[in-house]
């Protein structure tokens, strides 16, 4: 049970959600820069495929097109939900940690989802996540909707690993029509993935840490946090 | 005479079809995919004791969100396929989870385990079709509750390679045959689901 009121807390997650807005938006100029200098460098180890008669290619130092992901896949989240009670401010805590597979309960907005991206040459990025899932049993229906668009800055400083600090947002809407009820939440999602980068730079491990900050507007405020795995093809 | 003729004509397309190569090479020894990642459902869970049975039909587009029963949930997949196509792998999955809520607290502890063998045909380099047979166990213990579900799985993905074969889309047509179930409050319980779901896949 939380103890300050519910409008300290709403406040204090709009000034964490300012903050760490400031640190990506830092994050991602630093990177900026430090991949501005390092342009100015000659490539002196580009990696090479040569073919049998010793015709070699270079192979792209950075991943930059599309790319198609498979994210929340699994991992550890931490879920708070608060709301206004006769008593007071409610709070409910969810914790939840799934290894290789995602077969727990789903609280707040991590759910595994498909996501695609545009990395352009100089690394901004630009995409979201889109999904649905219905389900319908006897004198029950279920609907949830998530849409998460985002941005962000692909630094890739070495070339096997990368980061890709992204912010953006998440709405949930979720139907219930089992006991008629409907949920309609929207977050500032913060996310850092570090990117592993294998098979030719073309498969992205995601090792993510998140933050999705929910917005005040509505009868439920949630929060969630935690570190996710998620894997990503750059074509 | 025509039938002779018809034995010789069949005789001749089987020395065709034996003079082509079997198989193309397949693309990796290893295989490390993600599974069941949405599609469509059908679960029926069946009581055998004579009580009331429930189903279900569940269709996801990109993401899950929504509980349910079944056995269709994410995964992490790892076969090791030999060079004549046989291949060997499953997935393992665990799940943790807890809710405190404001006058209640409710635990969940969940193991999945499958276990398979299959065969990978490769007609073209480019396509895939990887039929596997193999059991799905799964069992939660809860606060205060245990259930064990386990089933016989069939599925045959059809997997469309990328990127110099190191890639693929995976569509998997899947019979997921209960056999037994056992929970604290219903002992006979089984769990059946056909479905299709889209997944991807890469060969090392």
Redesign the interface.
């Known amino acids: 049970m939380g103890t300050a009121s519910f409008d300290d807390r709403r406040w204090w997650r709009v000034r964490e959600a300012r903050w760490l807005s400031v640190v990506a938006l830092g994050a991602a100029l630093a990177a900026f820069s430090e991949r501005d200098s390092r342009a100015a460098e000659p490539e002196t180890s580009s990696p090479q495929r040569c073919d049998a008669d010793g015709n070699c290619q270079v192979l792209p130092a950075a991943p930059s097109g599309f790319s198609l992901g498979v994210e929340r896949l699994f991992g550890q989240t931490w879920v708070v939900r608060s709301r206004d009670g006769t008593d007071g401010s409610i709070e409910e805590n969810f914790d939840s940690f799934n290894l290789f597979a995602a077969q727990t309960p789903h609280e707040g907005y991590s759910s595994p989802r498909l996501a695609a991206d545009y990395l352009f040459d100089f690394g901004l990025t630009l995409g979201g996540a889109l999904g649905y899932h219905g389900v319908r049993r006897d004198g029950y229906s279920a609907d949830a909707w998530v849409l998460a668009p985002r941005a962000g800055y692909f630094w890739h400083f070495s070339r096997w690993v990368g980061l890709w600090p992204r912010a953006g947002l998440t709405w949930l809407i979720q139907h219930d029509d089992g006991d008629s009820s409907a949920e309609d939440e929207l977050a500032v999602s913060l996310e850092l993935p570090l990117v592993i980068l294998v098979a030719q730079q073309r498969l992205g491990l995601l090792l993510e840490p998140y933050v999705d900050i929910g917005l005040p507007g509505g009868a439920v405020d949630l929060d969630e946090r935690g570190v996710q795995v998620g894997v990503t093809v750059f074509f | 005479m025509q039938r002779l003729s018809l034995v010789r004509s069949a005789c001749v397309a089987c020395l065709a079809l034996a003079a082509q190569p079997a198989r193309a090479e397949p693309p990796g020894n290893w295989s490390v995919a993600?599974e069941r990642?949405?599609g469509i459902s059908r679960a029926w869970l069946r009581s055998n004791d004579g009580g009331p049975g429930?189903?279900?039909?569940?269709?996801?587009?990109?993401?899950?969100?929504?509980?349910?029963f079944g056995y269709s949930?994410?995964?992490?997949a790892v076969d090791y396929v030999l060079d004549l196509g046989l291949s060997f792998g499953g997935?393992?999955?665990?799940?943790?989870?807890?809710?405190?809520?404001?006058y209640d607290d409710y635990r969940?502890n969940?193991v999945?385990l499958a276990p398979r063998a299959g065969y990978l045909l490769t007609p073209t380099p480019t396509l895939a079709i990887w039929p596997r047979v193999g059991l799905t166990l799964?069992t939660?213990v809860r606060t205060g509750s245990e259930e064990d579900v386990s089933a016989l799985t069939f599925e045959a993905p059809v997997v469309f390679l990328?990127?110099?074969h190191?890639?693929g889309l995976t569509v998997t047509p899947y019979f997921e045959y209960g056999f037994s179930g056992l929970d604290d409050y219903s002992p006979y319980n089984t769990v059946s689901e056909l479905g299709v779901s889209i997944g991807?896949n890469?060969f090392?």
């Open positions: 993600i990642l949405f429930e189903d279900q039909t569940s269709v996801s587009v990109f993401t899950q969100h929504q509980g349910g949930a994410p995964r992490v997935a393992f999955g665990f799940g943790k989870y807890r809710a405190d809520y404001a969940i969940a999945l799964t939660s990328l990127r110099k190191v890639v991807g890469a090392f």
